[in-house]
Nanobody, 124 residues
């Protein structure tokens, strides 16, 4: 069992930046590939970014590539999402997720544990 708690969301103007954090507790954090997803009301959960267990590989949705950066600190059991050049269309609830297996990194169904989400609102 892994517990995930996101923080760092808020209201920001377009062009601004936010850094989301996800604190993990429970089993060995480095055993999990970690991902960030986002979801708007009435829509499916959308892949944002993922990072390998070692942190050596990162993957991004085309919509955020070049603006967002995912990172992790296995010593601190933390994963981060640095979001720059934010746009109003980035407004969503952002979720941190942990994947113990080897599923497709961009598929929400591949992830075993989820946080409660943190709201990001980008004003125009």
């Amino acid at each position: 069992q892994v517990q995930l708690v996101e923080s760092g969301g808020g209201l920001v103007q377009a062009g601004g930046s936010l850094r989301l954090s996800c604190a993990a507790s429970g089993r060995t954090f480095s055993n999990y590939r970690m991902g960030w997803f986002r979801q708007a009301p009435g829509k499916e959960r959308e892949f944002v970014a993922a990072i390998s267990r070692s942190g050596g590989s990162a993957y991004y949705a085309d919509s955020v590539k070049g603006r967002f950066t995912i990172s992790r600190d296995n010593a601190k059991n933390m994963v981060y999402l640095q979001m720059n050049s934010l746009k109003p269309e980035d407004t969503d609830v952002y979720y941190c997720a942990a994947d113990l297996g080897m599923g497709t990194y961009a598929a929400a169904r591949a992830y075993d544990y989820w946080g409660q989400g943190t709201q990001v609102t980008v004003s125009s």
